[in-house]
């Protein structure tokens, strides 16, 4: 994981792109490669953003399995003691993604980095298809 910071900051209609630098921090790939998923005045519950997320990772090999959790996520299995997307509401009173390992969170690509997140669902990434993965990695190594 390589820390990649957020370029633009939710505003008014627009949306922040905390999603599109955490996966290019996960996946260590350069911020352009990733697309911005909830561009403009979308709603992280438009489909639209959520059809462009999963058809991304799809072509790429990966599934990216979304678990709601209740209580901050306090009860996880430890099994998630890796690298993985965490989002909630964010002192800011916006929607916001981070990584996280366990319980803690590593990177924050907002620039306020206040790491005051309530998670409520969190995101593991599942390799579906090893051949497509493997060459999506060798292709931006």
């Known amino acids: ?50 059809v462009l997320y999963y058809s991304w990772f799809e072509k790429h ?21 890796f690298f993985h997307l965490a989002e909630g509401t964010s002192k800011r009173g916006t929607r916001h993604c981070v990584i996280r390992k366990g319980f803690d969170i590593v990177h924050d690509p907002h620039p306020d ?9 969190i995101t593991e990434m599942l390799i579906c298809d090893p051949t497509k993965y493997g060459e999506f990695m060798l292709r931006n190594m």
């Open 1 to 50: 994981m390589i820390p990649v910071m957020q370029t633009i900051m939710h505003s008014g209609g627009q949306n922040g792109n905390c999603m599109q630098a955490c996966v290019a921090s996960l996946f260590e790939l350069p911020l352009f490669t990733v697309p911005h998923f909830f561009e403009g005045d979308e709603t992280p519950e438009n489909d639209h953003g959520w």
């Open 61 to 81: 090999g990966i599934r990216p399995n979304r678990v709601k959790l209740k209580d901050n996520g306090h009860g996880l299995s430890p099994a998630w003691d």
């Open 113 to 121: 980095d206040d790491d005051k997140l309530v998670v409520d669902i």
